[in-house]
């Protein structure tokens, strides 16, 4: 079984707590969608599996390993990460930014097997850019430009997949065929952890959801409330875990994002609109 499990996990930056005591487990093959408003620490979260953010306190599992004590290499055999800003787009043909997602698997010359060149070329027919595997990747648009990034990240061939906000530049026709390409990589048996910031798709997408809030430090303190163990609540905090329905039923999300839920349901399937 392949999931991260959060123990207990704090991260501060410059004595400033952003989450405190988060204990989270994965479920094993499914897809996970983070939800929660800007600034929750809904990405904080994650890169703490990337080791952008340093976890101050607690441990996170991997296969019931120390995952952050594993060499960087281990790490990234078991584990890519999409992550969501990328403020320098390679001028490299795509082809070479995919071969890229191998080099946790090669020795010290980089020398690509048969099997590295069969692994890079599935991966580009999965995320639909063969074709453009000789053009340069800053030229491509937005939309084919994350597929791109996609393929890179499933070449690495790791059980578990971290995407942060993989659907934000992309339009509506991308972000159908991309969930696709999520929902296929499932079936596949991956375990997919991502943010997404459309509670529709999230809610249609995801087999299990983690809703996630945040009290500003600039805000007063509400009445302090206090977790089952006797401490106060963090500043990010985990507000509840479960799938679609579950969390629907509970209202959580109408809570945390201030807004009204509304539903409905034709031939195509079930559609969630907040306002």
């Given amino acids: 079984m392949s999931v991260p499990e959060y123990r207990r996990v704090s991260v501060s930056c410059q ?11 994965f479920p094993d093959g499914k897809i996970t969608a983070l939800l929660g408003p ?7 979260l994650l890169q703490c ?16 390993e120390d995952f952050l004590s594993l060499p960087p290499r281990e790490r990234a055999r078991r584990l890519s990460f999409l992550p969501q800003v990328r403020t320098v787009i390679p001028s490299l043909p795509v082809r070479t930014l995919v071969e890229h997602g191998r080099f946790p698997w090669l020795g010290f010359a980089r020398k690509k097997t048969q099997k590295d ?7 580009m027919e999965f995320a639909q850019v ?9 030229t491509l648009s937005g ?13 690495q061939d790791c059980p578990v997949l971290i995407l942060d906000e993989p659907t934000t530049y992309l339009d509506f026709q991308g972000q159908r065929q991309f969930c696709a390409l999520l929902r296929k990589l499932k079936d596949q048996g991956k375990t997919i952890i991502l943010t997404l910031h459309d509670l529709n798709q999230a809610l249609r997408l995801a087999d299990h959801i983690v809703v996630m809030r945040w009290l500003s430090p600039a805000e007063p303190e509400p009445v302090p409330r206090l977790h089952s163990h006797g401490s106060f609540l963090p500043k990010g905090e985990i507000a509840a875990c479960g799938s679609a329905s579950e969390i629907l039923s509970s209202h959580i999300l109408e809570e945390v994002f201030n807004a009204r839920l509304k539903r409905f349901e034709d031939k195509d399937g079930v559609c969630y609109f907040f306002e």
């Fill in 15 to 25: 004595r400033t707590p952003i989450l405190r005591d988060i204990s989270l487990t």
């Fill in 38 to 44: 800007n600034g929750c620490g809904k990405t904080t």
């Fill in 49 to 64: 599996l990337n080791g952008v953010s340093r976890v101050t306190k607690g441990q996170i599992l991997l296969d019931g």
């Fill in 117 to 123: 060149l069969r692994i890079v070329k599935n991966a």
């Fill in 130 to 138: 063969i074709e453009y595997a000789d053009q340069s990747v800053d």
């Fill in 143 to 155: 939309g084919v430009r994350q597929r791109v990034f996609l393929a890179m990240v499933l070449a």
